[in-house]
Nanobody, 127 residues
Framework: QVQLVESGGGLVQTGGSLRLSCVASGRTFSSFIMGWFRQAPGKEREFVAAVSRGGTGTYYADSVKGRFTISRDNAKNTVYLHMNSLKPEDTAVYYC????????????????????WGQGTQVTVSS
């Protein structure tokens, strides 16, 4: 089992920045592909970003490319989502997810591929 705990959400104005963190426990963190997803009210959960086990491979949804950066610190069992130039449409509950795998590719875009999920953290961007 893997436990994931997100933090760092909050209320920010348009154009502002936030850094989300997700701390994992229970298994060897470096064995997992990590992803961030989000779900806005009335909408389906959508892919935001993913990062390879070593941190060198990153994947982003088109809607966040150039504004968000995913990174990980395996020594701290933590994955981050740095969010810049935030827009009201970024308002959502953000979830981190984990999948024990050696390679992800486009599978990492699919929320059904992941095995473990955190409880989520709310991000609200005011206009």
């Amino acid at each position: 089992q893997v436990q994931l705990v997100e933090s760092g959400g909050g209320l920010v104005q348009t154009g502002g920045s936030l850094r989300l963190s997700c701390v994992a426990s229970g298994r060897t963190f470096s064995s997992f592909i990590m992803g961030w997803f989000r779900q806005a009210p009335g909408k389906e959960r959508e892919f935001v970003a993913a990062v390879s086990r070593g941190g060198t491979g990153t994947y982003y949804a088109d809607s966040v490319k150039g504004r968000f950066t995913i990174s990980r610190d395996n020594a701290k069992n933590t994955v981050y989502l740095h969010m810049n130039s935030l827009k009201p449409e970024d308002t959502a509950v953000y979830y981190c997810a984990a999948k024990e795998a050696s390679y992800s590719g486009t599978s990492s875009y699919n929320d059904g591929w992941y095995d473990y999920w955190g409880q989520g953290t709310q991000v609200t961007v005011s206009s």
